[in-house]
């Protein structure tokens, strides 16, 4: 069986897309507006409709859903159902904990819900990453550095062996026995993401922070898809574009996934 990242390249390769679209469904992205669930849920299916012939990869947000309790997790198995299996399907749910409860959440997103990757929180250590890639093609992309403002009040401070952001890519490279780990790196910190290619030289890196958070396109696609693959995550600037309708939802990631064509050509 292919391992996860094996998998991920042939896909990008076979679709031509970095494209990853964020599923970011919120009542609050609706302003002067008063959703409700079943509101939201064809709003997401209009966003899968728009973007399924340009997305390779599909990062549903588990707050967004989990905020309407056990009706949420319904709607959840209801968009991966909807979206199927032609795509990679990353569960955006930052897990971080150890021991008996990590091997629970990675049997609930892998076993039950069918994700292909998860995002996980280094912060308990290797004991927090060990049950998401047991299994090769399954996959953990690492938060490593993120695009949030305050990132830096963590991920910067100086250790014995370096910032503690190299020591999470270091690390996620000595992990990587079964060619599983990606990185987690955002768009917001170009610079990081050149230094972190060089420490995780065939890590695949998702890289989010584009659009709304005001990240680099360009040299995200120079510094994060040399060796290793990037992952253009999307998400309210595609799910939110324009004045919402299908229509404009597709302009805009087209326009994205040209971009990323066209840096991917140059770079």
Known sequence: MKSFN??????????????CVG??????????????LDFLKAHAKKVIDATRELAVAYKPNFGFFERWGSKGFEWLEETLDYIG?????????????IGNTAKQYAKSVFDYFGFD?????????????????????????????TSNPSAGELQDQETLSGLLYENVAQCAVRLNGNDNIGLVVGATVPQEIQHIRELAPDLPFLLPGIGAQGGDLEKSMRYGNSNGVALINISRGICFAGDLSEN????????????????????
């Open 6 to 19: 094996s998998h991920l390249e042939e896909r990008i390769l076979e679709k031509n897309s970095h494209l």
């Open 117 to 145: 990757a998860v995002t996980v929180n280094p912060y308990m250590g290797s004991d927090a990453i060990h049950p998401f890639i047991s299994r090769p093609e399954k996959g953990a992309f690492i938060l490593c550095r």
């Open 248 to 267: 404009a939802i597709r302009k805009a990631a087209e326009n994205y996934l040209n971009q990323i064509r066209k840096f991917s050509n140059e770079f």
């Open 85 to 97: 299996n032609e795509h990679i399907l990353v569960a955006d749910a930052k897990r971080g904990d």
């Open 23 to 36: 599923l970011d469904i919120a009542v609050e992205s609706f302003p002067g507006a008063d959703p409700d």
